[in-house]
């Protein structure tokens, strides 16, 4: 959620600044609330302030022998009247936090305005493959030596789920260990959440009540949405609300985890020949990274994050480029966005792989997570990174290390969880 102050004292700014991801930007009736709330608190707090002299009043008046019928009458017409103000700055506040929950985080001065058309390639790791377009596909591969049964997933759940089988299924186990192994090894704590989170984990992440609530599956639909759980689209929904409403210490900060969980995502829309086979589905595996840092320290942090994703695909041999997105294609929670796109032999494309992110305190905010330091409380930044995700992960794996005879050379963090070098052709 945006720092209501930031509007309050530099409304130009934060219009140019969110004018780079929405069409329009009226800030108007939050700047009309605001002052009224400012105005209700203030007369509130007079208000208050006569009753409680009164107060003081109306004992000293009745020790004299005098007669304070009159005051105690006062007292009773301001403590009806404070009592409507009460309810309607209620109403006000409640009115100014509904406004406040439909804005997206406010992006970086240095993110480009615009959507996908406006992403920067910043750098590049390997070579692509000597293999161009043209050679068999993941899809194919998949099929050849029985790894992926999209047949039968889409059998089993419909259009947009597949079954992992036998090496298939190992590698993908082997891959999530791999990645779970070296953040552990780096001192992040694992943490497996629940699959079913509450309608405010949503609202914690940034993603409800107006930004990617239509791409989550709810257990129940229509008007009963805002109470029923939801199945975890990203561990990030879960981590962003593990302190919620916490007041941390500096000295335990950071706080970094690594988590893994199944995905679940609603995908409108058709799929393209580019989201053939895992490339694009309603279920995926995916390990996440999450830290809480103190404000100054979020930039090294996701820097931090984006080249441990870096040297995960380093060790699977893979080439791949690092992207900043644009406001308009960044997750609507996060002021800045470093997307790790693997490159696709078959179709000559980059596919991303990891998101790493920095909410600043737009996440916090929401949850009520703040840290206790020199100059009190305030809060805390949060990011997030997958580190990785596999279902693109492996037909760029497929594709790349795909042998002349037909199997697959298998990548040296994964051989000693599957006990080959390679698999056998078909």
């Not at 005051?71 to 009460?86: D, K, Q, T, W």
């Not at 609300?241 to 500096?250: C, F, M, V």
């Not at 909410?359 to 997030?384: E, I, M, P, S, W």
């Not at 969880?417 to 052709?425: K, N, V």
Request: glycine share 8%.
């Amino acid at each position: 959620m945006i720092d209501i102050a930031l509007i309050r004292e530099s409304p130009e700014s934060v219009r140019a600044a969110l004018g780079k991801r929405l069409d329009t930007v009226d800030l108007q009736p939050i700047q009309t609330l605001d002052a009224a709330r400012r105005e209700l608190l203030t007369t509130v707090e007079q208000l208050r302030a006569r009753r409680n002299d009164a107060s003081r009043q109306v004992p000293r008046i009745k020790s004299a022998g005098g007669d304070a019928t009159d005051l105690i009458a006062e007292m009773r017409a301001v403590g009806a009247r404070i009592s409507a103000m009460e309810a309607r700055l209620g109403q006000v506040t409640d009115q100014l936090d509904e406004l406040l929950a439909q804005l997206p985080n406010l992006p970086d001065d240095d993110v480009p305005a615009g959507g996908k058309e406006a992403n920067q390639v910043l750098r590049e790791w390997g070579k692509p493959p000597a293999r161009g377009a043209g050679g068999p596909d993941h899809v194919e591969i998949a099929r050849t030596l029985g790894l992926i049964d999209y047949e039968r997933g889409a059998k089993l759940a419909g259009h947009g789920f597949w079954v992992y089988r036998g090496w298939g299924a190992r590698m993908e186990w082997a891959l999530l260990n791999y990645f779970i192994d070296t953040h552990v090894a780096d001192g992040f704590e694992l943490i497996l959440p629940p699959h079913l989170l509450s309608y405010r984990c949503g609202f914690n992440a940034g993603q409800f009540p107006r930004f990617g609530v239509d791409d989550v599956y709810f257990l129940q639909d229509g008007a009963e949405r805002g109470a029923a759980p939801f199945l975890v689209p990203t561990a990030e929904t879960a981590l962003a609300s593990l302190h919620a409403d916490e007041l941390l210490q500096e000295s335990e900060l950071p706080k970094r985890y690594v988590a893994y969980t199944p995905c679940y995502r609603r995908e409108a829309g058709s799929y393209r020949t580019h989201d053939r086979g895992t490339l694009r589905g309603h279920q995926f595996n995916k390990v996440e990274l999450f830290q809480y840092v103190m404000p100054d320290r979020s930039e090294a942090a996701l820097e931090e994050m984006i080249a441990r994703a870096e040297r995960l695909v380093q060790g699977l041999e893979l080439h791949y480029r690092i992207t900043r997105l644009a406001a308009g294609d960044a997750s609507s929670a996060m002021a800045r966005t470093l997307d790790l796109e693997v490159y696709l032999p078959s179709t000559g494309s980059y596919e991303e792989v990891s998101s790493a992110s920095n909410a600043r305190d737009y996440q916090t905010r929401r949850a009520n997570t703040r840290v206790r330091c020199a100059g009190g409380a305030r809060f805390v930044h949060t990011l997030n990174a997958s580190g990785l995700a596999t279902s693109r992960l492996l037909p760029a794996l497929l594709e790349t290390h795909q042998r002349l005879d037909g199997g697959l050379t298998v990548p040296e963090p994964l051989r000693a969880a599957l006990g080959t070098d390679r698999l056998p052709p078909a």
